[in-house]
């Protein structure tokens, strides 16, 4: 398949300006959120610049997204913007189906949550308990503690396996116990550390509660969830079907790269189904956050009890509920959730108690910077509080001073010279810019003091430093050391 490339910023936004997205709700609150995107750095003394989201969409390559807001409880508007599918030149709506990625979580987790309420199952109770076909292997790390769903759900079962690639059309789709047992495009899913001692995000906690469901309801994830949760929810454009029925393809968004390349395929396959796989809108997932919230304010007869939904929205560890991760405290609360699966990108916040809440889903690996910059447009116009717009200082430094850092660099966790992986620091134009040849990416470098410097588009923080035997030694955000070798 020919790979179609993500059109220049005037074709788009010539494009872009004759298109008619599909919208419902508030239009001025859409225009004046779309005409005000700002960017998370701002330098301190010059004038807040702002963006519309046409020239943003452009600048980050992302070729389509599309937006829900909740107020007072209620969708108060939902738009699509720009290209679902470049091959057929199909544009994003309201019901344009996108990929939730790690959004699958907390929907997911309702299954689990459900069957508890309904007594089919205990949040604390040996998974094992119920698995059948699949057990998760005994170790000196289970001897005492066990997993539990409430572990699973919180990321706190000591699982394994972060997250799913997912695959190609093309490729043989594996089932759910071959991804258990790793025999699939990701290792086996086991337990490596004392369940309950620690928070660490794992997809593979997830497929494990997703086998725990299928188990104990004797039906496959999708089918249980269509069922029991997104039928009920009212999310009828949603499915957990993986792959996606042949028949619905053209609802669905295709997926592009970070530069907005359609990726081959169009989109991966995720058979992680409760980890990756659900297919949806935000106007459908601003439908779970109006439930949450109901059910909080007193709603009766939703579809979990408030008691329920209370223990979901209780923080463990790492500030972490039964699916979404929360945040602030008292009215201010927040239960949220982000999603990155191969060529989309989205988040989904909501306030607990404020009826209020704001998803947003793209069809593109650069999604983020833009996501950022719309929460930070919409936090302003309702006054949320959410804005990361961040201030910073900035220095001037001669070409002299600057010519000291350029080179070649060599990752390295313990000594220089080991590892293969290099990036370049280069000097063009009284700038400093760094090279990931491995990535295929460059950012510049602006200081903010003397061996301090930032990217201003992604926040990336760079530190140089020497050692005792003379390389210089750049540290990127406080995490990765490279030695100067060249």
Not at 188 to 215: C, F, H, N
Not at 302 to 307: D, Y
Request: glycine fraction near 10%.
């Amino acid at each position: 398949m020919k790979l179609l490339t993500f059109p220049a910023l005037l074709c788009f936004v010539i494009f872009y300006s004759c298109s008619t997205p599909t919208q419902v709700g508030d239009g001025d609150a859409a225009q004046v959120i779309e005409n005000s995107l700002v960017a998370g750095l701002q330098i301190k003394g010059e004038s807040k610049k702002t963006y519309t989201l046409a020239e943003r969409m452009a600048h980050y390559n992302v070729p389509g997204l599309s937006i829900a807001v909740v107020k007072d409880g209620k969708i108060s508007w939902a738009k699509g913007y720009g290209t679902a599918n470049s091959q057929t030149g199909s544009l994003v709506d309201v019901n344009t189906l996108f990929q939730a990625g790690s959004i699958s979580k907390p929907i997911a987790a309702l299954a689990a949550l459900k069957l508890a309420k309904e007594g089919k199952v205990e949040l604390d109770a040996d998974v094992n308990t119920y698995l059948t076909s699949w057990k998760v292997p005994d170790s000196e790390f289970t001897q005492t503690e066990k997993v539990t769903l409430r572990r699973l759900l919180t990321h706190t079962a000591g699982t394994t396996v972060h997250g799913f690639p997912g695959y190609h059309p093309s490729m043989i789709f594996p089932g759910i116990e071959t991804v258990l047992n790793g025999r699939g495009n990701t290792p086996a899913i086991y337990v490596d550390t004392t369940p309950g001692t620690l928070w660490r995000y794992s997809g593979g906690g997830y497929t494990i509660m997703e086998k725990v469901v299928e188990d104990v309801t004797d039906l496959p994830l999708d089918i249980y969830l269509k069922q029991s949760v997104l039928e009920p929810l009212g999310m009828e454009h949603s499915t957990y079907a993986q792959p996606l029925p042949a028949d619905r393809a053209a609802e669905a968004s295709a997926a592009y790269d970070s530069n907005g390349t359609l990726i081959d395929g169009l989109w991966h396959n995720y058979p992680e189904q409760a980890a990756a796989g659900l297919w949806t809108t935000p106007s459908d997932l601003a439908k779970y956050c109006i439930e949450i919230q109901s059910i909080v304010a007193g709603k009766k007869d939703g579809i979990l009890s408030q008691e329920m939904v209370t223990r979901m929205l209780t923080k463990d560890k790492n500030d972490w509920g039964l699916g979404p991760s929360l945040k602030n405290e008292g009215n201010d609360l927040i239960f949220q959730h982000g999603g990155k699966n191969a060529g989309f990108t989205n988040n989904m916040v909501a306030f607990v108690h404020k009826g209020e809440a704001i998803i947003i889903m793209t069809n593109a690996d650069n999604g983020g910077r833009l996501i950022g910059e719309i929460m930070n447009a919409a936090s302003d116009y309702y006054d949320w509080g959410l804005s990361n717009v961040r201030t910073i200082e900035t220095i001037k430094l001669s070409s002299e001073k600057l010519q000291e850092f350029v080179g070649k660099y060599q990752y390295s966790e313990q000594v220089p010279g080991s590892g293969s992986y290099y990036i370049e620091v280069r000097l063009t134009n009284g700038q400093l810019t760094v090279i990931d040849p491995d990535q295929n990416t460059s950012f510049s470098l602006t200081p903010t003091e003397a061996m301090k410097f930032i990217d201003l588009e992604k926040g990336d923080q760079i530190v140089f430093s020497a050692t005792e035997n003379g390389p210089v030694v750049l540290l990127w955000n406080n995490n990765y050391r490279f030695y100067k070798v060249e």
